[in-house]
């Protein structure tokens, strides 16, 4: 099925390091979802954005709603060893139910 | 703790058997979703209902029968699977509004076709 962009694909960084990775899409869409999974369950939801141009934080994440509509971002602060895990965004077009996920990013912490 | 409870955690089962993954949810959502997820990939959508009817069925095989008791319980029965059909396999829900609806999972049932 179809799929977003998202980059990096994976990433080694330094604990007390900030991290960012952005989706990409050729489509337009009216919501973008950031997830996170740990190995052995399922997505858990980060946040949500809705508007263009919005920015919502959810402790030491940040993620915004590009300005094209077309691309998202997403940024951890401070990272810590339980940051370890896959990133997931995810988009929805409105008026469907079909919300394309990205390839994700795994990202390792190095203590 | 999720809010969308799968069950069994784990599946493993020959391809001659019949099984059947299950979900509930008790958050009053309306769009409950089947999405399967190979080892180190994002989820794949495959099935999607909506008001307990099914709106969305991504091609996928007769092996797989999805079925909505009530607007609470999301039922995935398999038959006659092959062994590439092993996976982890969520579950997820959604208000039925399209907008300010985002996705919620369960921690899925990880099957294994023998």
Redesign the interface.
């Known amino acids: 099925?179809q799929?977003l962009n998202q980059s990096p694909q994976s990433m080694f960084i330094q604990e007390g390091e900030d991290v960012s990775m952005n989706c990409t899409s050729s489509s337009i869409f009216?919501?973008w979802?950031w997830?996170k999974q740990d190995p052995?369950?399922?997505?858990?939801?980060l946040i949500?954005l809705?508007k263009a141009g919005e920015l919502t934080s959810n402790g030491r994440l940040t993620a915004q709603f590009g300005i094209t509509r077309k691309d998202s971002f997403l940024n951890i602060s401070a990272s810590i060893p339980s940051d370890v895990g896959?990133y997931?965004c995810?988009g929805?077009t409105?008026?469907?139910?079909?919300?394309i996920?990205?390839?994700?990013t795994?990202l390792k912490v190095l203590a | 703790d999720t809010e969308v409870t799968q069950t069994p955690k784990h599946l493993v089962m020959g391809m001659t058997n019949k099984k059947s993954l299950k979900c509930e949810q008790h958050m009053g959502h309306r769009a409950m979703y089947w999405y399967k997820q190979k080892a180190k990939k994002p989820p794949e959508l495959m099935f999607v209902y909506s008001y307990e009817k099914l709106s969305i069925n991504e091609s996928v095989p007769s092996r797989f029968s999805p079925e909505c008791p009530n607007s609470s319980l999301l039922n995935l029965h398999l038959h006659a699977l092959q062994p590439e059909d092993s996976a982890l396999y969520l579950c997820a829900s959604s208000g039925a509004g399209i907008n300010n609806s985002p996705l919620h999972f369960g921690n899925g049932t990880r099957l294994t076709v023998t």
Do not use: C, D, M, W
Request: net charge positive; charged share 10%.
């Open positions: 099925g799929q009216n919501t979802l997830y052995g369950e399922g997505p858990v939801l949500a809705y896959i997931f995810a929805l409105s008026g469907t139910y079909k919300y996920f990205g390839t994700g795994r």
